[in-house]
C-alpha cells in the first residue's frame, strides 16, 4: 500500500499526525491507517501534565473522574508536547486516510491539533514521499487543569512504553523517559485492573524493561518513588 501514498495524497484522501504517548503504540489505532513511520520531531518537548477541566456538554462522551483509593476520585495526567525550540523527541509517524480524522480528533478530545511541516521530521530510516498535511496534537492549556491527585495511569503508560520498545529498542525506552518531563508524577497502579480503555498485554521481559527504565526517571519533590495503589 506504501507505493499508493503519493497517488493518495495528491487525491487529497490523507493526513498524518505525530503520536509521541500511546498512538506510537499500533495496538492502541482504531482506525484502519495507511502506514506508520518511526520519526523525530525537532522543536518540540514531551511532559507530564493534569488533564485539564472540559465541559461534558462541550465534549460528548467525556470520561468522568475515575475513582481512586478510599473513595476518592482522580482525573490522571496525560502526556502532551509543546514547542521547543532546541528539544526533540521520538514517535510515529501515522498516516491516515483523511476521512478518519474526525475519529482521531474525538480521541484526542483534551488536545489542540497543531500543524507541522516535513521539515519539522527526521525519519529512521529512508524519508516517506507523502505530500499530505501534517499535525501533532497539544493539550489545552487555555482550560483549567483538573484540581486533586493527577497521577499517571500504569495501564496508560504500559501501553507507551510499549510501543516506544517496539519502534525504537531499549534505548528509545530509555530515551522516552529522558526526554519527558515532570516524571516524577505518582503513578496509580491499576496494571491488574486496567482504567485505561486500550490497555495492552505485557510479557515478563517487557514488565522487567521498564521497570527498569522507570527507575532512571528523574525524581522530583516529595513524590520520590510515589506509586499510588487501586486496592
Known sequence: MIKDLRYLADAGELVGYFGYGSLVNRATLRTEIVAAFPARLNGWRRTWRPQP?????????????????????????????????????????????????????????????????????????????????????????????????????????????????TEFGEDGLMRFVAETDDFYTPIHEDRHAPLYPRSVQLSAREIDLFDAALGQRPIGQSMRGQVLSDD
Open 53 to 165: 477541566v472540559m465541559a461534558h456538554a462541550a465534549v460528548p462522551g467525556a470520561d468522568p473522574a475515575i475513582g481512586g483509593g478510599a473513595g476518592k476520585a482522580f482525573t490522571p495526567a496525560l502526556l502532551t508536547a509543546h514547542r521547543a525550540p532546541q528539544a526533540a523527541i521520538d514517535g510515529l509517524l501515522v498516516i491516515d486516510l483523511r476521512a478518519n480524522l474526525p475519529a482521531v480528533d474525538a480521541r484526542e478530545r483534551h488536545y489542540h491539533r497543531r500543524d507541522i511541516g516535513p521539515g519539522d521530521l527526521e525519519f529512521y530510516g529512508s524519508a516517506p514521499d507523502i505530500g499530505c498535511t501534517l499535525h501533532v496534537y497539544e493539550a489545552r492549556s487555555e482550560l483549567p487543569s483538573a484540581e486533586g491527585a493527577t497521577p499517571i495511569l500504569r495501564s496508560y503508560l504500559d501501553a507507551v512504553m510499549q510501543g516506544f520498545c
